[in-house]
């Protein structure tokens, strides 16, 4: 049974910074698509960014510079740095993975397996 266990939100001022944390545990696959989605109330679910285990990075315009995906497959975790948070930064944040690397287009319905969420909130 796959499980994703995030952990690492909170609150924080505009440009602070905040680090996720995703366990994944009985995940056996080794090639694989991972990554983060947020979603705001009102929203729809958004790519943030992915990585595959080809080593192919990719990340949504609006945070370029600022976040930065971190796999560590050693301790099946997967790591988000978030650097100069910004106001609409906040969602609840989550991790996803599947088997088999990135497709070209990247959409929430391909993943079957989600963590929780976790909440960031950041005020200006």
């Known amino acids: 049974q796959v499980q994703l266990a995030e952990s690492g939100g909170g609150s924080v001022q505009a440009g602070g910074s905040l680090r996720l944390s995703c366990k994944v545990s009985g995940f056996t696959y080794s090639t694989y698509c991972m990554g983060w989605f947020r979603q705001s109330p009102g929203k729809e679910r958004e790519e943030v960014t992915f990585?595959?285990?080809?080593?192919?990075?990719r990340y949504t315009d609006s945070v370029k510079g600022r976040f930065t995906i971190d796999p560590d497959n050693a301790k099946n975790t997967l790591y988000l740095q978030m650097n100069n948070l910004k106001p609409e930064d906040t969602a609840m944040y989550y991790c996803a993975v599947k088997r088999f690397i990135c497709p070209t287009e990247v959409h929430s319905g391909y993943f079957p397996y989600w963590g929780q969420g976790t909440q960031v909130t950041v005020s200006s």
């Open positions: 990585t595959d285990s080809d080593g192919r990075v």
